[in-house]
């Protein structure tokens, strides 16, 4: 094992597509990250953005079914924390979100979810899976906050 | 969730978390409530706020632009660190008033 790979830790869980699960998930991205070392300000901003995230796959992704999980994996090392959110729904398109800062969606209720996890992370992509589902991926390194 | 009156501000306490399921259901039944008994000057203090997510500030999005709709004014009081950092983040800091001193807050309503 390498320096780099020290303290290397993976976290492969399935969750039922409930509000409940994604307190769960978030309580255990949140430990995982306050054992890897983050700051109390990342450790916010990552549980907050895996929120928004694990919200996603159960209310647009799987619907709430009790036929689908949410499939969360966690890697981190010393560096950084990489975090794949997995619903099993029928995907949702992210790419024409309406941005919410603009002067006419500043009032909306909703439309904020994907804009405050690219504000909190320092990368996210997402691409869906094959036959059914919507794959998320966030990153975050330590103690880039004040690049952010 | 507390409903103060104070002369003709209802000043409403919130503590805890506002997240989907949680305490923006909450918010938001508290909120149509007070709309609907026509108070017009609300003073939202979130000083025992611990977490806000999307769907929160949904709700407070929400409340704000329903007590405007009926000629009334929602206003903030004691915003955490980081939920004034998410509302700065939002550009929502700005549509909202805020306070940080509660008397104040309740005579800016005069």
Redesign the interface.
Same mark, same amino acid.
């Given at each position: 094992m390498g320096t780099e790979r020290e303290g290397a830790v993976k976290i492969d869980r399935a969750f039922d597509s409930t @509000?409940e699960s %994604?307190d769960e998930a978030e309580a255990l991205i949140l430990e995982t990250a306050a054992t890897a070392g983050f700051d109390e300000d990342e450790q +916010?901003h990552i549980s907050?953005a895996a =929120?928004?995230c694990l %919200?996603n796959a159960v %209310?647009h992704g799987n619907r709430y079914s009790a036929h689908k999980k949410v499939h969360v994996a966690i890697e981190t090392t010393s560096e950084r924390i990489k975090i794949v959110i997995t619903d099993e729904g029928e995907g949702f398109d992210l790419s024409d979100l309406p941005d919410? @800062?603009a002067e006419e969606n @500043? @009032? =909306? +209720?909703?439309g =904020?979810?994907i804009?405050?996890i690219r504000?909190f992370m320092d990368e996210l992509s997402m691409r869906k899976i094959s036959p059914h589902g919507t794959e998320v991926t966030l990153v975050k390194e330590r103690g880039r906050n004040e690049d952010k | 969730m507390n409903n103060r009156q104070v002369g003709d501000v209802t000043v409403v306490d919130v503590s805890g978390r506002i997240t989907l399921g949680e305490g923006s259901s909450e918010l938001r039944d508290a909120m149509r409530d007070l709309v609907a008994k026509g108070n017009k000057k609300i003073l939202l203090n979130l000083g025992d706020v611990t977490y806000i997510d999307s769907s929160g500030i949904g709700e407070l999005v929400s409340g704000f632009t329903s007590v405007s709709n009926q000629g009334g004014q929602l206003k903030l009081l004691n915003l955490t660190k980081r939920v004034k950092d998410l509302l700065q983040i939002t550009k929502l800091y700005t549509v909202f008033e805020v306070h940080d001193d509660e008397a104040a807050a309740i005579r800016s309503f005069a």
């Open positions: @509000l %994604v +916010h907050m =929120r928004e %919200v %209310v919410p @800062l @500043l @009032l =909306r +209720h909703s =904020r979810g804009f405050l504000a | -």
